[in-house]
Structure formats: C-alpha cells, structure tokens
C-alpha cells in the first residue's frame, strides 16, 4: 500500500470544486483534462430535506497499477519509495494505453502535448514537505492529506459513531 492517502470528509464539503481547480491550475492542464474530480450525487432526501454528496476521485495509486503496467514505454512509473504514480512525460509516446487500462479513468490527454497526465499527488510539493494543490487549496478543509492506515481510523470512527445508540 501507498504511503499516502486523500481523505474527503463528505460531511464538509460543498462542491465548490476548489479543489479541481488549484488542481488544474498547479500543473496546468487544458481544458476538458481532470486530474481529480468532484462527482456529485443526488439529491437524495434526508430527514426530508433534499441534499446533495459530492465525492473527491483523485488517483487511488493503486497497489499493482494496471496504467504502469500498459504503459510500454516505462513512462507511467510507480515510486518505490511512497507507491505515487506518475507520469514520466520525455518517455510518453501518447498511445493511451494507460488511459484505457486505468478503471477509474484517471489519466488524462493533453491535448497540448500529445502526451498523458494524471494526478500525481503533486509529488514535488510533498518533496518539498508540501501537501498536495487539492488539499491546500480545499475552501471548507474537507480533504486531509493523510496516510492510509490514519484515514481507515477516520472511517471506522465515523462509521462507528453513526451506528453508536448514544450519538446526540
């Protein structure tokens, strides 16, 4: 597993799409490319009250990419040191292959370079002891750059305090 991890707490965000924008505005990409995304779901009525979800898609860095493993020129690359995915632009001949192998339709065409992006976790900020353009940039502080065994504490602890007969 990754080092790293996006959490998004659901409860606090608005889908201002903040965080698709200083996303897009880091590392520059063109119009109609997303390297995160915000997917809105509902309404769905709660209590009688119609509300909306929203829900953070950024790359998940897989465990075992596919996106690397299509890629046949070396371009899509995993770190070893934090299991971030990028891409290695000076390799990437643009044949898409990782687009099409990636379930989760993350990597992105530059229609400016002919070549492929993708989220990266904006591994030069974290180089840089940074976090991530989409969490700095999130307006409500919904996204928490964290690590993976820290957001399935979150998750348990909310699921946890959801289903608990005390909760006020």
Request: charged share 25%; aromatic share 8%.
């Amino acid at each position: 597993m990754g080092k790293y991890y996006i959490f998004q707490d659901q409860k606090r965000c608005i889908g201002c799409y903040a965080c698709e924008l200083h996303c897009k505005t880091k590392n520059n990409a063109p119009e109609g490319a997303k390297l995160c995304r915000i997917v809105p779901t509902g309404p769905q009525v709660v209590k009688g009250v119609p509300r909306m979800h929203f829900v953070f898609m950024p790359c998940f860095h897989c465990e075992k990419p596919w996106c690397v493993y299509a890629c046949p020129t070396g371009a899509m690359i995993k770190r070893a040191k934090d299991g971030i995915v990028y891409v290695k632009e000076d390799l990437c001949v643009g044949c898409k292959n990782c687009i099409t192998a990636c379930p989760w339709g993350v990597p992105q065409w530059n229609s400016e370079t002919g070549k492929v992006m993708k989220c990266d976790y904006c591994k030069d900020r974290i180089d840089q002891g940074l976090e991530p353009a989409c969490v700095t940039g999130c307006t409500t502080g919904a996204l928490k750059f964290i690590s993976p065994s820290e957001a399935s504490q979150i998750k348990r602890e909310q699921f946890a305090k959801n289903i608990s007969p005390l909760k006020k």
